[in-house]
């Protein structure tokens, strides 16, 4: 096989191969179909345009997606994620509305403190039922996401918290480096669980618990502690996800803040490439993933598609991503380039043969 | 079985290729109707690619297949199944959590309309089973049954199928003597009616025992086929793994172990009334540096148990184990490492191999988790490890890169191995290190053992094979009926033959502590 061929082979066999062009497809098109929606304008020294909000949209999920990618790696899955998001907001916009100086940044720093503070509580604990108790994934973090709701609820009082504080409000409107605030957060929160999770053995023995649990317990992973720390760091980004989700409007709404983002978060992982049985895990698929999730929200907007077909356009993306990616299909193909190359061999040497 | 005979299955010229290896090459295989056919080599030399070749779970490059006259190209499974072929795989690959009937029936169940008869299901189920002398209930559960009775109902189920051939991968390699007695008698009753059967197993006894021919594989090529009383064992051997016989002697004779004069100071390991409710009694062991106790009873009688408990694997709910005279408590296997034991569970399937991850990372795993999550092992210092162990265990192929899961048994075996020695700990259980594993890593696998306790390793070994626990072990405990029993000094007049009847033994009243 010669070098090129070879690499484009390696290319097109790449678990983001897919992704990244469904990825540039949508954007392609909508380009098309509107033109200058690729295009960044600069205003008072801040980016903007189409492809900075879609940007400034992925954050959210994807915030909530780098968590699942590690709760899922496990084997495991973490609903709460969604109601996660509200209650953080609500603790956090209720300790501004309590406060008297909510116009100073220590106070938002504060009150960003504790909202997270309170999501890890609440991350670790779904890892302790999960672990210690040994129930399910999926019913032990139902729980918190049925009653997560009705816990931010009683934090607002049954009302919808509106607060006023410009320095939290930067968390989710302001800029840096010219770039909106909530993709600067999620890019240092992709960066600090990269190394955290590759630097380290951690992201191996994720994914060796995963894999086969018995085998990892017996080479001596501590699996309880590992996937503790999975559910914990879920809850905590999700908890930073909610204050990044809400922070533009100030406003706790305990029913609809951060409703359903959870499937949106599982789909992100498996967008990018990783599989709800565990194991392997990808990070840099989980952005692609998140990247491609709001796009299509945008482009279904470009296109005049009717919202509430909205579902269905999404449905099909994800579905011809998945298919893209199904290793029923990449070995198929695989045995069919194999068989060819084999039977092109014998063909050769038969050739060979003096008559 | 006579040449008269045409042969059910010819496949001729064989090739298959996988990325970077040539798994089959020009292969010629033929089975005749009622005849036993084993299929012999060593792990990777393609036997299990043949096999899922004529199954159509693989397509060959190469090579033609004819089954009953016809040129046959199975593109699936079931098409093999249509065609007369059924298979009864090492692990049986049947539906645990439903009734033996419907797994026997599968596929093939009497309907009356568009619904099941349960009922005449059940019966069907019955007379299937009951050809096969199988007397179970066939509204249990298939998990409740032992794996050899889940075998025969694999084995009724192709006769559901009316299959002309059988295959059998590894069908008593977990079985007791007496239920590889009642298997056998199925097969030769399956043979009389014409079945023609491919049988492939790593016990050369059972292979000599039940086998009319064979044919030998080695590295993805024939050897050749030959009638099973013409080729005697030793040929059979070297054949297989392509060595002249005095050398596999020599290994063996320097395998030959004779107890040493008894050991003082310390005892490595002591164990002090350990035990855990149900699974085995309060025992007492004591393992000396430099020492290997062997630990024979049969399968299920506590010899894994006990492994588990010295190593942390479960939690003992009596007694203490004191590690250099010095007591400590495990309370999980990663204690075990940090103190220097190592544990190679006998499930190398389902408490061994981390399939998906590759031959470089499953080695590191142990070393990894000694040092804890934060602390990641430098590149450089696994590079090093997987580079000795590969070479020095003879890992095949030398890919540190690849899928462990696409690796032969018997190299997984080494990578395990690798994975424990990498700790290079001071106590070594091994539970059936040389399973499924063939002749040549076999005795590898034993002489490496004898060498890490010349180096002052302390090993306890555990196998159903009496013969290789009484090669490499200075003494072996017996175990029965969940109870360590007595302690033997190996020497000349220890023979398998012994320790079969000492473990036949009724214990003896008070014997436990």
């Not at chain 1, 897919?18 to 179909?33: C, I």
């Not at chain 1, 998001?85 to 008297?100: G, H």
């Not at chain 2, 398998?496 to 033994?505: D, G, H, P």
Request: with cysteine; charged share 20%.
């Amino acid at each position: 096989m010669t070098a090129p061929t070879e690499l484009a082979r390696r290319v097109v066999h790449h678990k983001l191969f897919w992704p990244v062009v469904a990825l540039l497809v949508l954007l392609l098109a909508a380009g098309v179909r509107s033109p200058g929606f690729l295009s960044v304008t600069v205003q008072d020294g801040h980016l903007f345009g189409q492809v900075i909000d879609i940007m400034r949209g992925a954050a959210t999920p994807l915030l909530l997606a780098l968590g699942m990618a590690l709760v899922i790696a496990t084997g495991g899955i973490d609903l709460s994620v969604g109601a996660v998001m509200a209650i953080s907001l609500a603790v956090s916009l209720q300790f501004l509305d309590n406060s008297a100086t909510a116009d100073q940044p220590s106070t938002a720093v504060v009150a960003v403190l504790l909202g997270v503070a309170v999501a890890l509580v609440l991350g670790a604990f779904n890892g302790f039922m999960v672990t210690v108790l040994g129930i399910q994934p999926f019913i032990a973090t139902m729980i918190l996401m049925v009653a997560g709701r009705g816990i931010a609820m009683l934090i607002t009082k049954g009302q919808i918290t509106t607060t006023t504080s410009p320095p939290f409000k930067t968390i989710g409107s302001g800029f840096f480096l010219g770039l909106p605030m909530p993709v600067i957060i999620a890019a240092v929160a992709f960066v600090v669980v990269v190394i955290v999770v590759r630097r380290t053995a951690l992201g191996m023995l994720l994914e060796s618990i995963g894999i086969n649990r018995e085998a990892a317990r017996l080479a001596g992973v501590r699996s309880r502690n590992v996937t503790w720390f999975a559910y914990a760091a879920s809850g905590l980004l999700a908890g930073l996800a909610g204050i990044v989700y809400g922070a533009p409007t100030m406003a706790a709404d305990a029913n609809n803040i951060g409703l359903m983002k959870e499937m949106d978060a599982i789909l992100c992982v498996v967008l990018g490439g990783t599989s709800l049985m565990g194991g392997k895990f990808y990070l840099g698929g989980t952005v692609v993933g998140a990247l491609i999730l709001t796009t299509i929200e945008r482009v279904v907007i470009i296109f005049h598609i009717p919202s509430q077909t909205t579902p269905l356009f999404k449905a099909i993306v994800i579905i011809a991503v998945c298919i893209a990616q199904s290793p029923v299909l990449l070995r198929r193909l695989d045995l069919r380039r194999l068989r060819r190359a084999s039977r092109r061999r014998a063909e050769l040497a038969s050739q060979e043969v003096p008559a | 079985m006579s040449q008269a005979t045409s042969p059910v299955v010819e496949m001729t010229g064989i090739t298959i290729e996988f990325p970077g290896v040539k798994a089959l090459d020009g292969v010629d295989f033929r089975l005749f109707p009622g005849e036993v056919h084993a299929l012999m080599g060593e792990n990777g030399a393609g036997k299990s690619t043949l096999i899922k070749v004529l199954t159509g779970v693989y397509q060959a490059g190469a090579g033609r297949i004819v089954v009953d006259g016809v040129e046959r190209t199975f593109s699936g499974t079931d098409e093999a199944q249509e065609a007369g072929i059924s298979t009864v795989y090492q692990e049986v690959n049947l539906v645990g959590n439903l009734s033996v009937a419907e797994n026997v029936m599968l596929g093939h169940e009497p309907r009356t309309g568009p619904f099941i008869s349960w009922r005449a299901m059940r019966r069907a189920a019955r007379e299937y089973l009951a050809r096969l002398h199988v007397d179970v209930d066939p509204g249990a559960e298939l998990s409740s049954l032992s794996v050899a009775v889940q075998q025969l109902c694999a084995i009724a189920r192709a006769t559901v199928v009316d299959a002309k051939v059988l295959i059998l991968d590894e069908p008593t390699s977990s079985l007791q003597k007496n239920e590889v007695d009642e298997l056998f008698a199925v097969v030769r009753e399956l043979k009389e009616r014409g079945v023609a059967i491919l049988f492939v197993s790593h016990f050369l006894d059972q292979v000599y025992e039940i086998s009319d021919r064979m044919t030998v594989l080695r590295n993805g090529r024939l050897v050749g086929e030959y009638l099973t009383p013409e080729l005697p064992r030793l040929e059979l051997v070297s054949k297989m793994i392509g060595r002249a016989e005095g050398e596999l002697g020599s290994i063996e004779a320097r395998a030959h172990r004779v107890a040493e004069s008894a050991h003082d100071g310390t005892p490595r390991v002591r164990a002090v009334g350990l035990g855990k409710h149900g699974r085995v009694e309060p025992f007492d062991l004591e393992l000396f540096p430099g020492q290997i106790v062997g630990l024979v009873g049969l399968l299920g009688s506590g010899r894994t148990e006990a492994a588990r408990l010295i190593y942390g694997a479960d939690r003992p709910d009596s007694g203490e184990l004191e590690l250099d005279g010095k007591r400590v408590r495990l309370p999980h296997p990663n204690a075990a490492l940090r103190h220097d034991v190592a544990f190679s569970s006998e499930d190398r399937k389902r408490e061994g191999i981390i399939g998906d991850l590759t031959v470089r990372e499953n080695i590191a795993l142990a070393v990894q988790t000694v040092r804890g999550v934060w602390r990641r092992v430098p590149k450089k210092e696994i590079d090093e490890i997987v580079d000795r162990f590969m070479e020095a265990l003879n890992i095949h192929p030398r890919n540190p890169a690849m899928l462990l899961k696409n690796l032969s048994g018997g190299n997984q075996q080494k990578v395990l191995l690798a994975r424990w020695l990498a700790t290079s700990p001071k106590v070594l259980v091994l539970d059936e290190p040389t399973r499924g594993i063939d002749v040549g890593a076999k005795a590898e696998v034993q002489r490496l053992v004898i060498e890490l306790a010349d180096r002052g390793m302390s090993v306890l070994f555990i196998s159903s094979e009496f013969e290789e626990v009484l090669r490499v072990s200075e003494r072996v405990r017996i175990v029965r009926d969940r109870v360590v029993a007595d302690e033997l000094v190996n020497g000349p007049e220890l023979t398998s033959q012994v320790l079969v009847e000492r473990i036949a033994q009724t214990p003896e009243k008070g014997a436990v502590a």
